[in-house]
């Protein structure tokens, strides 16, 4: 096959007139790469979507997380239509918010309490604002090119930010803890926090994990220095471990943030934190519109008990070593050298020799236009509902892509 | 009857020991009057809900604004199931997204394009992000009381909050031409925008609506300086007119941000603009985890197309009147002055002499006991559910209230 994308053409020609710049969100590729990919989804199931041309893609972006334990997972389902019976939003919320809180902070090691949101950002620009009301403090320190989501404090992008947002924010390089000492001893006493990724994902580049020693290292000059540690666990929360990922990439936070995954798709986010931090959680103002929606915590507890019951992390480990083994063996058997990157459960894949990502660019579109989605600038993901027979597929398809890649690339 | 409320306190107590002050929210009669209302919800239809010990309440705060044809409405309902039957959550948006966008362009007079959030705050600060980033400029007069939502550059605590977050919002009172004119000299040429509510609805205090020339005046001085208009549409749109609240007061907004009643309790918020904003509109970081999400898109455009369809604003305005002259009438029958307060679709109450909203908060209490929920500290909300019936129930409940509060504080 060969995907027709005419009717997610006619629906961006109507959009550019009504939404600025057509789309936004996360459909980076659409301005990197006209109709490379679909624009608009028409439904989804298990490990696939179909887009609006009817073209069926077996996919591995998830909605770029959420999708855990695949699209429209029958107990997922069962619970939100269970809630939703009764009703769902009110002025108060329902019982499911206190069980909800109770079961996060029993599953998460250092957490005794939890708050909800509607997006990572909301999380991760209150959990900031939680750090500065317990120190006193007003600096916080993130790693270069990590994303921490849409707020003004954080995000990648200069439009409407002023200077005054940013001030206090200051940076390090990921596994280099030389960089964050120096930042450390060039404002002492003033750091309120640090906030870290449980690996370094940013976009055009690859995943890196932390290194020997660097969360260790993190972790005493925090302790040294009173700086709490925020992790933001928005985008893997529950794909690498069934109790957050600071299990799997050890460090001890002081505040961890949700979202993603939490509730296979509904919208729901969280943060969990130590006691030490209660008062001042409690002093930082939080609420929203739809703050009380008791449909998204019923999805979310489902989610977080299956995530344990069925041991997701490592059956998305498994996949994800399937999948990746698999394709850096086609990619050789063509003659090209890639390189797989973990966690399997959010992997990516670099080519060699690829300094501008054309080659991983047009890998993804030949996949595409053949029925497989794999984001040329962003990790991808795994979900429980992606089959071996899935993967092997995947793989077969990426197998004719790698072929035209060595032959376009070679000529 | 007489509200037993011991399911709502045992919650409660577990609350305690893993949320941070138990509860956070719209719930603030929780801190100032405890176990008058219930805490937790457990079902609702139409204009009622029922708390987690079975009593059932008359509401008139529809979840605080965004029940607005009923609680489990059965069209929004249906809109919802179909599109979830599909999926809702892709990697890309789904076909609605450009169907509401329209929708909302065509009815929204000034309105060429539109965006969408979860929150209503996703949507006032990006829209004074998008104001900076097209003017240039760093500074946003606001008015003294009024709310914006839970950002730290507006929230009404200081938890968490420093200075910087403030440095460029200034403010200036409500229906007070003269000092808004005031801190736009102070500030020549650096002022992107003003943020305005449709009318004044602090918290604790009673609605005020814009008085004769003030939003004339302020439309006049901001054309005239280059300050664009953003109308904070987030409590009010669709409950005041269908094609938003600037046609009932009237103004011209540069961007408007709608929530609340948007989706009739589905999780959405929209921002819409001019084309003028277009380009800036297009430069301003928006997405979200959950941005993409086709099922809260299609109860807004059912839920819009429904208010202009039933004439809901004018319903509501009637409904509320009925209510509003009902409870003066009752009042002044158990020898208490009271004032009702305009909007009727989103009313409120004030007590001749109560300074302190004592008598307000005893009458409140009482009629939860005995099954209405009025708030005594917030506007209330009518929804197109409330029967005339129900209303004149709540009515016959307040005059047993007034009497009983006339003969506790007259004793």
Known sequence: MSSNRQKSLELYERAVSVIPAGVYGHTSPAATLPIAFPYYAESAEGCTFTDVDGNRYIDFMCAYGPILLGYNHPEIEAAAREEKARGGLYNHPAKVMVELAELLTERIDFADWAVFGKNGSDMTTWALQVARQHTGRKKVLTVKGAYHGVDAWTNPSPGGVIEEDRLHIHHFSWNDLSSFEQQVNRYPGEIAAV??????????????LPGEGFFEGIQKICNANDILIILDDIRCGFRLHEAGSHKRFPIEPDMSCYCKALGNGYPISATVGKDHLQAAAGKVFLTGSYWSDAVSMATAKRCVELVAE?????????????????????????GLKVTGHEPYAMPYLTFEDDPDLRKMQRFSEICANEGVIFHPHHNWFISAAHTTEAIDDAIEIASKAFQAVASEFNS
Chains 1, 2 share one sequence.
Do not use: D, S, Y
């Not at 906030?195 to 890196?208: E, Q």
């Not at 070593?321 to 990619?331: D, H, Q, V």
């Open 195 to 208: 906030m870290l990724t449980p690996f370094h994902h940013p976009a055009f580049a690859a995943n890196v």
């Open 310 to 334: 069925l041991n997701i992390p490592e059956k998305l480990n498994t996949l994800g070593k399937r999948l990746i083994t698999g394709l850096e063996e086609a990619a050789a058997n063509a």
